[in-house]
T-cell receptor, first 114, second 113 residues
Framework: AQSVTQLDSQVPVFEEAPVELRCNYS??????LFWYVQYPNQGLQLLLK??????LVKGINGFEAEFNKSQTSFHLRKPSVHISDTAEYFC????????????FGKGTRLSVIA | EAGVAQSPRYKIIEKRQSVAFWCNPI?????LYWYQQILGQGPKLLIQ????????DSQLPKDRFSAERLKGVDSTLKIQPAKLEDSAVYLC???????????FGPGTRLTVT
């Protein structure tokens, strides 16, 4: 079975500062890795994904994440955040094939302070 | 392209009452998922359909929860009777066959009092 740990439940950061949201996973097999964002009263939106290949992946809204197999991590980063980035961020994994369910972490609430 | 539609968006019921949620996936998406998101936690799979067949319902509390997708398109999730711990957001997601990418609806927020 797979599991995901998001190490920070809340991350406050000032506008235009960099941010890193941490994610570690556990799995006995290879997995696909995802970051989703959830704005208030909305569904989940895919930010970026790692399936294979380059360990640095870029997503929407200026976010990027790096897959580290030895540390079983997939941390999300943004060099300069905006007020509009305030949201809940979820790290998730799935088995490496189509149509498999996502296993989510508990989420990290990013609050950007003006 | 229209997204995943869910209704109602909000529902408040008393414990022991019944409730139903509806989901209309993106056109052409044969795979449909229902997730439960309890406050402070990440979404957790309840049930997965492919067309009108159940692929995985191992985490569905079958004594009170049921779901169907009779014509392989829309789906309904029902809770009967509801308990206080069922208070959560119920998310529906859909995907193309063979795809890893799931598209989520806005969710239904259920409050059980």
């Amino acid at each position: 079975a797979q599991s995901v740990t998001q190490l920070d439940s809340q991350v406050p950061v000032f506008e235009e500062a960099p941010v890193e949201l941490r994610c570690n996973y556990s799995s006995s097999v290879s997995v696909y890795l995802f970051w989703y964002v959830q704005y208030p009263n909305q569904g989940l939106q895919l930010l970026l994904k790692y399936l294979s290949g380059s360990t640095l992946v870029k997503g929407i809204n200026g976010f990027e994440a790096e897959f580290n197999k030895s540390q079983t991590s997939f941390h999300l980063r943004k060099p300069s955040v905006h007020i509009s980035d305030t949201a809940e961020y979820f790290c998730a994994v799935s088995l490496p094939s189509g149509n498999t369910p996502l296993v989510f972490g508990k989420g990290t609430r990013l609050s950007v302070i003006a | 392209e229209a997204g995943v539609a869910q209704s109602p968006r909000y529902k408040i019921i008393e414990k022991r009452q019944s409730v139903a949620f509806w989901c209309n996936p993106i056109s052409g998406h044969a795979t449909l998922y229902w997730y439960q998101q309890i406050l402070g936690q990440g979404p957790k799979l309840l049930i997965q359909f492919q067309n009108n067949g159940v692929v995985d319902d191992s985490q569905l509390p079958k004594d009170r929860f049921s779901a169907e997708r009779l014509k392989g398109v829309d789906s309904t999730l029902k809770i009967q009777p509801a308990k206080l711990e069922d208070s959560a957001v119920y998310l529906c997601a859909s995907s193309l066959v063979g795809s890893y990418e799931q598209y989520f609806g806005p969710g239904t927020r259920l409050t059980v009092t």
